[in-house]
């Protein structure tokens, strides 16, 4: 019954809070998540879930098959951390040095192996199968993308897969769905804009690149209010920009690099082909040369409709509708994109947010922690959702 389901959840907390602090305090980053492989790969094992390693380096694998034959639902979550020191001044503070958990993705592993734990304890009432997802690298290492080339999604095929992110931005006992579109698409462009050097004084006798990059910048900015329809959305960032050596010397050349956001395919290559048409054009004017260079980042997160509605009713069972929001679009990057451009599924978010703990700090913040009350609340999150996706009723039916 519903109270054996929440009683196991219950009983579970201190347990989960052990597991994320344990690697909350030896975090760990992109591809080299080797400890807590290792600890995720234990604890599989000692549920007596199958486990698959060595995808992607570090990546995990559990699968769970059911008595009866199904459906076959997976779960994700991320195992990297970042390189910024922390500054939480709490006891599990992060032990190494320029390296913190400051995405959650320390919560998304303990959370995992929640549900691991709660599925292995009733494996005798699963239909179909329930694999586990562990990858490396989402902070911007395309881990995900890798555990889908190397088949992460097959044998057994996976009909549907979910993905739970701790939120700032909503408080603790909330979860927040995208119903269709969810995250953008990333992309990086680097312009080389290429003079002719010489001296500060005589500027008629070199060609200037700095003068240039100054009206390519401004240009480019004008792109985002001129060119894309104000009903769509989209972001031109130039964060780095360099060039020169001294204060009287023109330098021979300028490099600028930035990234680019958008949510549909049409604009994102508006944005690409408008950026190169406006670096070709100044560096035209002022008779230099440039160069520009344009790399694919992670794709559009795009939630598929019936598996959103399908998490928001499976949550609202536990949590009531009026704890269900529905997000509109972020314009950061998510690798869970490669997964749903596969197979249909939904990318959604817990809430984290407590003012009465101090727990307001934004994502890859020094200071970002999490409510561990998000914990128990992520594992019932999941639990809900596999069990409406495999038709479990272990809502309404007794648990064993
Ligand atoms: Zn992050
Ligand atoms: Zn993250």
Redesign the pocket.
């Known amino acids: 019954m519903e109270t054996d389901l929440m009683q196991k959840i219950k009983e579970m907390k201190d347990w989960l809070v052990e597991i994320r602090r344990r690697i909350h305090m030896y975090p760990e980053l992109g591809f080299e998540e080797i400890e807590t492989s290792k600890l995720v790969c234990e604890w599989l094992d000692k549920f007596g879930i199958q486990v698959k390693r060595g995808l992607a380096k570090t990546g995990v694998i559990g699968i769970l098959e059911g008595k009866e034959p199904g459906m076959t639902v997976a779960i994700r979550g991320d195992m990297d951390a970042?390189p910024i020191g922390e500054e939480n001044p709490v006891t599990y503070a992060s032990k190494i040095n320029g390296k913190m958990h400051?995405?959650?993705?320390d919560a998304h592993v303990a959370i995992l192996l929640g549900v691991a734990k709660f599925f292995s304890s009733i494996r005798n009432q699963v239909k179909g199968n329930i694999k586990w997802i562990f990858q490396p690298a989402?902070?911007g290492g395309g881990g995900g993308k890798i555990m889908v080339e190397e088949g992460v999604l097959e044998n057994p095929r996976v009909d549907a897969i979910f993905a739970a992110h701790v939120f700032p931005f909503l408080p603790i006992g909330k979860i927040g769905i995208y119903e269709r579109e969810g995250m953008a698409a990333a992309d990086r462009f680097t312009i080389k804009i290429i003079g002719k050097g010489g001296h500060a004084a005589s500027p008629h006798a070199s060609r200037d690149p700095i003068l240039a990059a100054g009206h390519l910048i401004t240009q480019i900015h004008s792109i985002v209010g001129r060119n894309v329809n104000p009903l769509e959305s989209a972001v031109i960032t130039i964060g780095m920009i360099s060039g020169g050596t001294a204060f009287n010397i023109i330098p021979d050349e300028v490099e600028l690099s930035g990234t680019v956001r958008s949510l549909n395919l049409q604009i994102r290559e508006e944005l690409r082909s408008r950026i190169e048409q406006i670096s070709r054009g100044i560096a035209q004017s002022f008779g230099m040369g440039y160069r520009f260079d344009f790399e694919y980042g992670y794709p559009f997160l795009i939630n598929d409709r019936t598996m959103s509605k399908l998490v928001a009713s499976a949550c609202s069972k536990g949590i009531g509708g009026e704890n269900v929001e529905v997000l509109r679009p972020s314009m950061?990057g998510e690798d869970f994109a490669y997964y749903l451009e596969k197979v249909p599924g939904a990318f959604f978010r817990l809430g984290i947010r407590n003012e009465s703990k101090g727990i307001v700090h934004p994502?890859?913040s020094r200071l970002f922690d999490i409510d561990e009350e998000v914990l128990p609340f992520g594992v019932e999150m999941l639990v809900r959702v596999i069990d409406e996706y495999l038709n479990l009723n272990l809502t309404h039916t007794e648990l064993s």
């Open positions: 970042l400051a995405c959650g993705h989402e902070e950061g994502y890859h």
